[in-house]
């Protein structure tokens, strides 16, 4: 049985790691913590799990943790996890980090657009960015995992076969992505009131968002070259979900774009033995419906010969595959069980 | 392993008994059938099920479906079941029936509360009804099974323990219901259209409801007595959950009110070893979304002495406790496995 | 052109006036008060007013303000009026209060559901309750209205009739009421947050709500004597709307429930000429979205002869009959104005 | 006063030009058209009507109508009014319609994207595109305007200044849309069922959407060449509204990009002066929830120096601005009434 410890065990995505976890036979949680909430009843935060967690909510105290349990999840505002990390603890149990501290390799770059310093850097170089379905081999035998953002990866997944095959220009990649409100968080803020969400729908972070950095980070390792590329993401009134339209100039080959069938085979070739990227048929665009409560990323494209380019989508559920459902895969790589382990959810519907 | 065919397996609740199902590890689905997707894939209709399901929508050809499985759910329309269903089905497999066509033990009742002929009233006297936690020993050994509607289901819990030990006086008995919009089903009617539903709240059926009967009938076997409610239904702009605000006169004895501990332990008496209905706790009102995804039914009561009276409140996900889920609770009481077993359903929020 | 000052500018009541009283040819906004905002643009707070409304938020210094305007609106919370409140305020101008500190005439009652003490208990008395359909004539000439609250207003118009001819026990009456979020105010609690609200239906306050006494007080007079009622709040994903589902038991006469045209030529005396009173067809239930944006109160009565009840419903757009509507057919009242004036608000659908 | 009939009248269009026109104090409508309903009380079919309509609902003989108003408008299927309209009934009074038949000048490019045969092509010369803002002196005196779309109203507006000023290559357009379902119409079909639609976002029509060659003509006008653009609309669960986000590559002018103060004198240079068009202050993203109800479009714009790029952004409500509102816009003109005159609909929030 492995023991986990979640740090930051009352937002959302740590909500969604208990509801997982609960559900994962070879599990058993063994600290909720959350600062806001200590020596509170877990069950009386999320009262879903009234009998189903008998838990009191415990401190962040994570060297004490770290002693305790053999995998601990950091589900904490960006720059805690990195203000406290230290080589002992990892010495100790692993660590799996949903927030952004270790996930881009450049600290430079993760100041700039965090604008915090950033307390550990010398813990970045081995941390390995887990993105499962890409980085499989680099996660094995790691102590500390990255587990990437909601955003990220989506918008990675979906470009990804054609990035690294050299079918777009990666220069004229577009991205404008979706949201649930989930994503917001669970801090009480007036813009996420349910009045002022419900009913409507905005862009923010146009051309600022943190998400950027990392999606160029990682789509430039698979071009092999540094991208820059526009991000957009939108706040859509829905709890959860994650849809991404990504639009990007094909490359012609002898003058001709590639077919339908030449870039089907292209995500085939990354994607067809994935169990949780699931290539739909054709015509069939994704919907962030279909993908509810579960691990699944639907992903489909279109090529429209007028303008020479092609629209790739992707759907995932942003508390799921873009959060605590990754970071249960990243456990499963790290402790060599079945990748699916505890994550055969089944979308629910309606 | 036990063989289930499904008849109306592409409307909400059949889509939903597959979503269960599919995570239950005694059960294998050999028969999808839908009238009105016959050789599409299921997939097709359900999305979220791509990669999860391959097979295609069968007829509903029931006497071929009774010889090739062992247990049917007819997820159907009001009267199908009741028009085609024969002993000779019987003998060959259990049946499990979501719609209303053996709820009602006098058929005089259903043909005017449905205002249809009931086509085998002979049968109807076998049929157990199948509220697990009140029936389960009336339950086992069945062949056909009256699975509850989802309204009563909800309606008959919250308020069963005060009614059946006289706490309240039953002609008192007002149930105020508020339904999720998966319960009008997935036909194409413009009542039920995103723009007509959203941002709106009404009853609907009112004193007229077809749940009525189901919920007097049920009450009035607790109350030794028949007994007339009022039951008002309303349609709420959420896909899932009912939640019921019923209101009673409490019996005072010897001049004084029953306190709240007293009705508490009227409420353990009945429900405390039970593993999907939780009693919350003092002061905590139920939630739909506490529940949803889930089988569970969570419970509570206030004592308004100002008024005399008692308002119960009970929340449930009407696909699942109020429909699929409680489904197959009742295959699990007729086949002898664990009660729980495929329905550890951890409620998913937010 | 009547000068007009609100105070409680920024809360969603307080926008609501801002909306309408742009519309109303008579009014001119000279004071957008609040504290929250002070020297923030108005329009930043409630970017729906860019371009309309070029005025920066004030302070609330009332005294200040009852120089310089007509009538002045307080949508603050309870008490704050109670406490500044002057006769040489009253002396200066018409006030009109959003918040209840003067709906309760027996201060007593006030300060134990409000658990406040009343700082100006003087001045009760000559506050005329704002409900304009019935009480209008009791409004002309005053210098201070209580405005009515949201939940009473159509709680209370629902029953009016019935329970002042008679036709019901008003000791059986019970409300059970469901209002859209933006009655719950734009504070930033989490327990409003979008995700928190969305997808999920709760009674709040049960037996135990403000607006309870005030139902009560008020319809006591037209019963001619006391009465004590269960009211039943209930939040609903949605921005708008109040529905009330009213049970009250029928006095039957010569051993004879009222027929349908009996109870609706009451209704009829008292509301046919009214023009924000619509009573609907037979078999219509009123629904929120019918009335959203508008001054309209929509009500339909269901007569059920199995239990002897009348079940009686109404819906209303809280924010408009249900505060800042109401608000303005007051002031309209006061000012000697056609009493739709600025109120001819056709609903919005979809 | 200008007497008005509507065909199409119970479409969430011809809702909305009732809505509309009720308030309009130069208007009177006439005739209800609706083909589905006839016979019924319009105010059965929106009950947001009820004693403001008191009309029953006609049939769609449009040859009788032309005689006996001012002005048709036509909210009615594609192709419909082109079968049907005439020399005689344009001698007779204006139309405006809401359809497409009369937006595209080559009828090829028509036929081709609605695949259907357009009856009156001839009619196509005379007709004014309706885009106000752009087309207000082509629109004067004319008898036949065809109102454009809901999502190429948003998309043009938000990109016409920097396509026409030249300050971006409108090969690299790429317009990402998202609209609420009302734009999905009032038709009883399962894709637009509540259920559905609700926690649900998705791309649909992905590069053969029928708006994308309206968008193209018109643009193609203000580039001065003809233009293909990247148009993808998606499908937002809520009831009202368009946003668009827009994407090209800045032309550098000495090698050096724009200014934002560069791009908004463009942007002032067409727009300052429109009542209709709000330019919002640096930094704030358009939301649909602020234009609601009202005939506003609020735009902005980000300048990504990274990649080159602006994004543009544009927000309406598609049922006013999108369709009802500017046809009424189209008829002030039409009518030498001020552009504004029964518009003035202060936008609702929340």
């Known amino acids: 049985m492995i023991r986990a410890?979640?740090?930051?065990?009352?937002?959302?995505?740590?909500?969604?790691?208990?509801?997982?976890?609960?559900?994962?036979?070879?599990v058993e949680i063994k600290w909720y913590?959350?600062?806001?909430?200590?020596?509170?009843?877990y069950a009386d935060v999320y009262r879903n799990m009234f009998t189903l967690v008998e838990d009191t909510c415990l401190d962040d105290n994570i060297e004490k943790l770290a002693g305790e349990v053999d995998v601990i999840f950091t589900a904490t505002p960006q720059g805690f996890l990195a203000g406290i990390l230290t080589e002992e603890i990892l010495s100790q149990c692993k660590v799996i980090d949903l927030s952004a501290d270790y996930r881009i390799k450049d600290v430079g770059?993760?100041?700039h657009w965090y604008g915090i310093k950033h307390e550990s850097p010398q813990l970045i170089k081995e941390a390995a960015y887990g993105l499962c379905e890409i980085n499989r081999e680099m996660i094995r035998g790691k102590r500390l995992i990255a587990n990437p953002g909601c955003y990220t990866t989506c918008s990675i997944l979906t470009a990804y076969p054609l990035v690294k095959e050299g079918f777009i220009d990666p220069s004229t990649l577009i991205i404008d992505a979706k949201s649930g409100t989930s994503g917001a968080g669970r801090g009480a803020k007036t813009a996420n009131l349910y009045c002022e969400v419900n009913e409507n729908i905005k862009a923010y972070g146009v051309a600022t968002h943190r998400h950027t950095p990392e999606i160029e980070e990682q789509l430039g390792y698979a071009a092999g070259e540094e991208i820059r590329v526009n991000f957009t993401p939108h706040l859509v009134p829905m709890n959860r979900g994650i849809l991404v339209?990504?639009?990007?100039?094909?490359?012609?080959?002898?003058?001709?774009?590639?077919?339908?069938?030449?870039?089907?085979?292209?995500?085939?070739?990354?994607?067809?033995?994935?169990?949780?990227?699931?290539?739909?048929?054709?015509?069939?665009?994704?919907?962030?419906?279909?993908?509810?409560?579960?691990?699944?990323?639907?992903?489909?494209?279109?090529?429209?010969?007028?303008?020479?380019?092609?629209?790739?989508?992707?759907?995932?559920?942003?508390?799921?595959?873009?959060?605590?459902?990754?970071?249960?895969?990243?456990m499963n790589i790290l402790f060599e069980l079945p990748e699916k382990s505890g994550l055969e959810l089944v979308p629910m519907f309606p």
Request: proline share 2%; charged share 25%; hydrophobic share 35%.
């Open 5 to 26: 410890g979640i740090i930051g065990a009352t937002g959302y995505a740590g909500g969604e790691l208990v509801r997982i976890l609960l559900g994962h036979k070879d």
């Open 33 to 41: 913590g959350s600062r806001s909430y200590i020596d509170q009843k």
């Open 109 to 111: 770059v993760y100041e």
């Open 245 to 330: 339209t990504e639009y990007a100039t094909l490359k012609a080959k002898n003058g001709k774009f590639p077919s339908y069938e030449e870039i089907k085979v292209v995500y085939e070739k990354y994607y067809k033995d994935e169990t949780f990227i699931r290539l739909l048929d054709q015509g069939v665009c994704p919907e962030t419906k279909w993908v509810e409560g579960s691990n699944y990323v639907d992903l489909n494209f279109v090529i429209d010969e007028r303008t020479g380019r092609v629209i790739m989508m992707g759907a995932l559920d942003n508390v799921v595959k873009g959060a605590a459902g990754q970071a249960v895969q990243n």
